[in-house]
């Protein structure tokens, strides 16, 4: 059944550095996978739900920070699964974060503070 048929209409996916871009498929080694988060990715664009694609870099484990990088600036290529739950909740609610895919690194900017770039991009 459609997600639209079920009164939803916010989704919040979590996808993988690199997925959007194909030209970087061939530099992982499972590049099927990233093919599978790319075309994901576009139909959840097309579907008329309001979105959010969530790009982490590579997952560790480790406590919440609170801050992250989603621009690539003085990133880190490792970031905190915590702080990719955390991403994920203000995503649920923040209009800013609607009908946005962003890549998610470790950083040193709060994930509010971040939030402001989206829109800027």
Known sequence: MLLSQQNIDRYVMESATGAESRSTWDVYDT??????KYYAEEILKKS???YTVIRPAILSDGDETNTISIDGNGH???VFRADVAAVVVKCLHDTRAFNQGFNLYGGTTSIDESFDELNAN
Not at 31 to 36: A, D, F, I, R
């Open 31 to 36: 590049p099927s996978y990233y093919v599978t």
């Open 48 to 50: 008329g739900l309001k």
């Open 76 to 78: 880190n290529d490792v």
